[in-house]
């Protein structure tokens, strides 16, 4: 029996394994549906324990790092809750935390990255990106060698650092524009030939990996929560909390009731939060002025099958908008409380778990996880020493000839990597 299969959420067709798409151009993301019903963990390191529920047939053994899931005392205790959960991700060493670049997106570029090993895949991955992912997806790419361009808005340049020694395999280049622009632009030279996209949403192996954060707070706490809170720009990890419930419940043994999304958006670039309570809280200047805007995403998977709107519907969800003075707030409570630092865009989860109490939303006796997105990045610094990421070449999204300047510096710069690789191979020999 193969270990896991991948199927369309309208059509029910099987498609082949690595497929992101319906063939039958049905507007729904595929999922992945696993033969092992029950989770057992593997004695495999990090976020490999959960390989039963991975999309993968191998592992990055680099890939050291996970979720680490405790029950909060200090911050729990100041809004009145007695059973609530912290899911961290990042680096904390008296936690055991090692996301090396910070962030929950190492849980999605390690699966990526190791279902491209299995395909044998010599195309340049594309990745666009407003930070978050770009480092993550430069830490593992630094480590496997695969070629990598990646698109960020300019503004995002200061994200876009890392531990590792040696990134020579990566193209970045920097967009004058937002968030958007980057994907619009990487998506067409993704769909060229010798590229290939990491697929985003609809990449089963990004949304599995990011649903190992329920995972690792379910399986710590013993029990499927009544409530889940995150902060999102697309929403993928949202609906991947939803996902990983569902199958907790299949499994039989941590509850029957699917834990509440709580999903938290910044002010004044809310698409979501708009979306889903028929208001507008999209500034037409997004996204500046926003806390974090890496938060920010024009065209979330919202409405397609298996989509945010309806991860929020089967679970009875609630959107928050949140301002930048209600984040502020809230980021320096959770850090006087906690003792550790966290991101920005996690600060906005905090910010909704203080709405929601303030709405009603919550009760003092529920139990509740409370997904710290990224964390520890001024304890890593201050531990390792950091390297910034060199740009290649700055496009603006306005230029005709953008995409051809970006595949010329691209092409250039892998030919001169895989110089490099062949003559450091020869020094060894």
């Given at each position: ?35 092992s019903?029950?989770?057992v ?12 529920w991975?999309?993968?047939?191998g ?13 909060s ?21 008296e936690?055991?935390?090692?996301l ?13 990255m ?9 195309r ?6 407003a ?31 890392t531990?590792q ?20 632009l ?10 290939v ?15 190992t954060?329920?995972l ?18 697309s ?6 909390a939803w ?6 419940i299949e499994?039989?043994?941590?509850g ?5 999304l709580h ?15 028929d ?9 500046e002025d926003?806390?974090?805007d ?8 919202y ?6 709107k309806?991860?929020?519907e ?11 003075e ?10 006087d409380a ?12 905090v910010a ?10 919550v ?6 996880v409370l997904?710290i997105?990224?964390g ?20 603006s999204?306005?230029?005709?000839q953008?995409?051809?300047k970006?595949?010329?510096k691209?092409?250039e ?5 895989i ?11």
């Amino acid at each position: 029996m193969n270990k896991y299969m991948v199927k369309c959420l309208q059509c029910g067709e099987v498609h082949d394994s690595y497929s992101m798409n319906c063939k039958n151009n049905d507007e729904s993301l595929l999922r992945t549906e696993y033969s092992s019903k029950q989770l057992v963990l593997s004695d495999n390191p990090g976020i490999w324990k959960f390989y039963d529920w991975l999309p993968v047939n191998g592992i990055i053994e680099e890939g050291s790092g996970k979720t680490v899931t405790y029950k909060s005392e200090a911050f729990a205790s100041e809004l009145g809750f007695d059973d609530l959960w912290i899911s961290f991700n990042g680096y904390w060493p008296e936690k055991e935390a090692s996301l090396m670049t910070c962030t929950f997106k190492d849980l999605e570029s390690f699966p990526t990255m190791q279902r491209l090993k299995e395909l044998d895949e010599s195309r340049i991955m594309v990745v666009a990106s407003a930070g978050n992912t770009a480092r993550a997806f430069a830490n593992v790419c630094s480590i496997t060698g695969q070629p990598l361009l990646l698109v960020v808005p300019k503004a995002s340049l200061h994200r876009l650092w890392t531990i590792q020694e040696d990134s020579s395999s990566i193209c970045l280049v920097t967009v004058e524009g937002d968030y958007f622009d980057a994907i619009a632009l990487a998506g067409k030279i993704a769909a060229r030939d010798g590229f290939v996209n990491e697929g985003g949403a609809k990449n089963v192996a990004r949304r599995d990996g990011m649903a190992t954060v329920m995972l690792d707070a379910v399986l710590t706490s013993g029990k499927l929560f009544d409530h889940y809170f995150q902060a999102v720009g697309s929403g993928t990890g949202g609906i991947s909390a939803w996902e990983a419930s569902m199958r907790f419940i299949e499994d039989g043994r941590f509850g029957s009731k699917l834990p509440r999304l709580h999903l938290g958006q910044s002010l004044p670039c809310a698409p979501i939060y708009s979306l889903w309570n028929d208001v507008d809280k999209v500034s037409a200047s997004c996204p500046e002025d926003m806390y974090d805007d890496v938060l920010f995403n024009r065209k979330p998977p919202y409405g397609l099958t298996g989509g945010v709107k309806d991860a929020l519907e089967d679970t009875n969800g609630v959107m928050y908008a949140v301002s930048n003075e209600e984040a502020s707030s809230a980021q320096a409570r959770f850090e006087d409380a906690e003792g550790i630092d966290i991101n920005p865009a996690a600060a906005l989860a905090v910010a909704s778990i203080i709405q929601a109490v303030e709405q009603g939303n919550v009760r003092s006796g529920d139990s509740i996880v409370l997904n710290i997105t990224g964390g520890g990045q001024k304890r890593l610094m201050a531990d390792y020493q950091t390297r910034q990421l060199i740009p290649s070449m700055e496009v603006s999204a306005e230029d005709p000839q953008a995409e051809e300047k970006i595949v010329e510096k691209t092409l250039e710069n892998v030919q001169c990597w895989i110089l490099l690789t062949l003559q450091h191979t020869e020094v060894i020999k």
